[in-house]
């Protein structure tokens, strides 16, 4: 853990680079933030004590632009610090919510570059229900029988929406 005289910000920008693509942010995180007390041959004090990683994100903005988006972006940042420093240390820092809340986002990720703004509900449906049943293989998790209806309902809804679109 990090300690300083000083309460850390959750992301602090150290240096904005120029590059070809635009700029790059180089960002530390911080989390796990708590006060603690020490005392040494200066006496005592209080200081803080944290967990830190520092990492280089892709901006395609402005300059102008940087302290919004490190703002809006600040709780996706914060996961991928977190990402980051468990892959580095090889040791848990999220939380089951944050995981949740990653997976969320990763799917949402995913759903988003797939779905095209024409594609009707059914399709989009389609994809969700094919992305669900990947999770599911790939957690080596058996659907719930809830799940299962669901599926049927959505299959159902899909194919209905195939056989319009062809009588089109």
Not at 13 to 21: A, G, K
Not at 53 to 66: D, H, L, N, S, W
Not at 116 to 138: K, M
Request: hydrophobic share 45%; proline share 4%; aromatic share 4%.
């Amino acid at each position: 853990m990090t300690r300083s005289t000083v309460q850390p910000e959750p992301l602090r920008l150290w240096r904005l680079e120029q590059n070809d693509e635009g700029l790059r942010l180089h960002i530390s995180a911080h989390w796990n933030v708590h006060q603690i007390a020490v005392e040494d041959d200066q006496g005592p004090r209080q200081e803080w004590e944290y967990d830190q990683i520092r990492f280089i994100v892709p901006y395609e903005g402005t300059r102008e632009a940087v302290d919004a988006f490190l703002v809006a972006q600040e709780a996706r940042l914060l996961l991928i610090a977190k990402t980051l420093w468990e892959a580095k240390h090889d040791a848990p820092t999220l939380t089951d919510a944050e995981k949740g809340l990653a997976i969320d986002q990763q799917t949402g990720c995913a759903i988003t570059t797939k779905i095209h703004p024409l594609v009707g509900i059914e399709e989009q449906i389609g994809i969700l229900r094919a992305d669900l049943a990947a999770l599911h293989v790939a957690l080596g998790v058996d659907p719930t029988d809830d799940l299962v209806r669901l599926n049927d309902i959505a299959t159902a809804q899909i194919n209905a929406a195939k056989a319009e679109k062809e009588a089109l």
